[in-house]
């Protein structure tokens, strides 16, 4: 049986599963194609490139912005809230298997966000990991996962950082609360590096993705992928490592 696992000891985001998640080889063109099926084409460019973290090479995605016209019309896309997400994502195009896994990740990161600021589901707008960005990472995140073709998911404990960050909030703790909420019964390490490593898009894929967690790697590594982030530190990379393994089912013996 081939699963996937996260190996996650500098954290996750959304970036970097996309980038890991190309770096075990899902073509940029067949990503990009199907991200053209959202209607937000106009509002970004999606940029693939090889690069060296830490003397590790891997796979760095960035989803840059376009600037936009100045009419109102065309600035709401700053501001979406859940509704405007599902809409985007229902009547484009997309397997159907897709579109159920980008809105599953997607009302997590909006549950949590609700709870934290004590906002109903709705209300909560996607500023910092909504907009155009958080779209491509989470539906990029549903269609690599379906070219993928894996039959399960496992992650191992997963760093969150330490210090504090910077959002439209103000100043917040890491793990930022909405990170925390959603990463409620999931096994976590806090501050081996210095920095958020774990984001609420990349803690709600996880929660979305994973049948379980477990630092026992009982398994072949088949493939081994590397997601550059862009945290820099000495000490521990800010990289995702993802392997696509072969796992022996356990068989019952006959007497």
Same mark, same amino acid.
């Given at each position: @049986?081939?699963?996937?696992?996260?190996?996650? &000891?500098?954290?996750?985001?959304?970036?970097?599963?996309?980038?890991? @998640? @190309?770096?075990?080889?899902?073509?940029?063109?067949?990503?990009?194609?199907?991200?053209?099926?959202?209607?937000?084409?106009?509002?970004?460019?999606?940029?693939? +490139?090889? #690069?060296?973290?830490?003397?590790?090479?891997?796979?760095?995605?960035?989803?840059?912005?376009?600037?936009?016209?100045?009419?109102? !019309?065309?600035?709401?896309?700053?501001?979406?809230?859940?509704?405007?997400? !599902?809409?985007?994502?229902?009547?484009?195009?997309?397997?159907?298997?897709?579109? =159920?896994?980008?809105?599953?990740?997607?009302?997590?990161? %909006?549950?949590?966000? %609700?709870?934290?600021?004590? /906002?109903?589901?709705?209300?909560?707008?996607?500023?910092?990991?909504?907009?155009?960005?958080?779209?491509?990472?989470?539906?990029?995140?549903?269609?690599?996962? =379906?070219?993928? =073709?894996?039959?399960?998911?496992?992650?191992? +404990?997963?760093?969150?950082?330490?210090?504090?960050?910077?959002?439209?909030?103000?100043?917040?703790?890491?793990? %930022?609360?909405? +990170?925390?909420?959603?990463?409620?019964?999931?096994?976590?390490?806090?501050?081996?590096?210095? &920095?958020?490593? +774990?984001?609420?898009?990349? %803690?709600?894929?996880?929660?979305?993705?994973?049948?379980?967690?477990?630092?026992?790697? #009982?398994?072949?590594?088949? /493939?081994?992928?590397?997601?550059?982030?862009? /945290?820099?530190? =000495?000490?521990?990379?800010?990289?995702?490592?993802?392997?696509?393994?072969?796992?022996?089912?356990?068989?019952?013996?006959?007497?």
């Amino acid at each position: @049986m081939n699963i996937l696992y996260y190996d996650c &000891f500098s954290g996750i985001s959304g970036d970097m599963n996309l980038a890991a @998640m @190309m770096d075990l080889g899902v073509p940029k063109e067949y990503l990009v194609e199907e991200l053209k099926k959202l209607d937000i084409n106009d509002e970004y460019e999606l940029n693939i +490139t090889k #690069e060296i973290k830490n003397g590790i090479l891997g796979t760095k995605v960035n989803v840059d912005l376009r600037p936009h016209h100045h009419h109102d !019309e065309h600035n709401h896309h700053h501001h979406r809230n859940l509704k405007d997400i !599902e809409d985007i994502i229902k009547t484009s195009n997309l397997k159907e298997k897709v579109k =159920d896994l980008s809105l599953n990740i997607f009302k997590k990161v %909006a549950e949590a966000e %609700a709870k934290v600021h004590n /906002k109903e589901l709705y209300e909560v707008h996607f500023h910092e990991v909504g907009a155009t960005d958080s779209i491509i990472d989470i539906v990029g995140a549903a269609i690599c996962c =379906d070219y993928l =073709d894996i039959e399960e998911i496992f992650c191992s +404990t997963v760093e969150v950082g330490s210090g504090f960050v910077h959002c439209a909030h103000g100043v917040l703790p890491v793990p %930022a609360p909405a +990170t925390v909420e959603i990463l409620k019964n999931v096994p976590i390490r806090k501050g081996s590096v210095p &920095f958020e490593a +774990t984001t609420p898009t990349g %803690a709600a894929i996880l929660k979305s993705l994973v049948k379980q967690f477990t630092d026992r790697e #009982e398994f072949k590594i088949l /493939k081994v992928g590397y997601g550059i982030g862009y /945290k820099n530190f =000495d000490k521990i990379p800010n990289v995702l490592r993802v392997f696509i393994a072969e796992k022996e089912e356990k068989k019952n013996s006959v007497l």
